[in-house]
C-alpha cells in the first residue's frame, strides 16, 4: 500500500512562497511521474504540475507557469512544489498524486495540505 503524506502548507501573504512536501511510502517510488493538484473551496479539484520519474520532464497548469516548480528528490522518496510570488487565487487543499504506470490516472492520493494566501 502507498500512502503519500503533504506538509508545508499555511498562511502566506501575496507575493510569498512557500514550499510544499509529500513523502511516499513504499517501494519504486522513482519509476513512477508525480502530481500536484489543487482545490479551491466550491471549485472542482484542478491539476498544477507533474514531474517524470527522473525528473528530467515537467508540465504545470497555465495558471501557476512561471511561478511553481516541481521538483523531486528519489533518495528521500519526496516531491516538493516551490510556490513564489503567490496570489490570493492560489488559496486551496493542494494534493499530491502517484500517477499510474499502466492507466492514464493518478492512482494514489494524499490527503491535502491548506494554502491560504492573505493579507
Known amino acids: 500500500q502507498v500512502q503519500l503524506v503533504e506538509s508545508g502548507g499555511g498562511l502566506v501573504q501575496p507575493g510569498g512562497s512557500l514550499r510544499l512536501s509529500c513523502v511516499a511510502s513504499g517501494r519504486a517510488f522513482s519509476i513512477y511521474d508525480m502530481g500536484w493538484f489543487r482545490q479551491a473551496p466550491g471549485k472542482e479539484r484542478e491539476f498544477v504540475a507533474r514531474?517524470?520519474?527522473?525528473?528530467?520532464?515537467?508540465y504545470y497548469s497555465a495558471s501557476v507557469r512561471g511561478r511553481f516548480t516541481i521538483s523531486r528528490d528519489n533518495a528521500k522518496n519526496t516531491v516538493y512544489l516551490q510556490m513564489n510570488s503567490l496570489k490570493p487565487e492560489d488559496t486551496a487543499v493542494y494534493y499530491c498524486a502517484r500517477r499510474s504506470s499502466i492507466a492514464d490516472i493518478y492512482d494514489y492520493w494524499g490527503q491535502g495540505t491548506q494554502v491560504t494566501v492573505s493579507a
Open positions: 514531474v517524470n520519474s527522473n525528473s528530467d520532464i515537467s
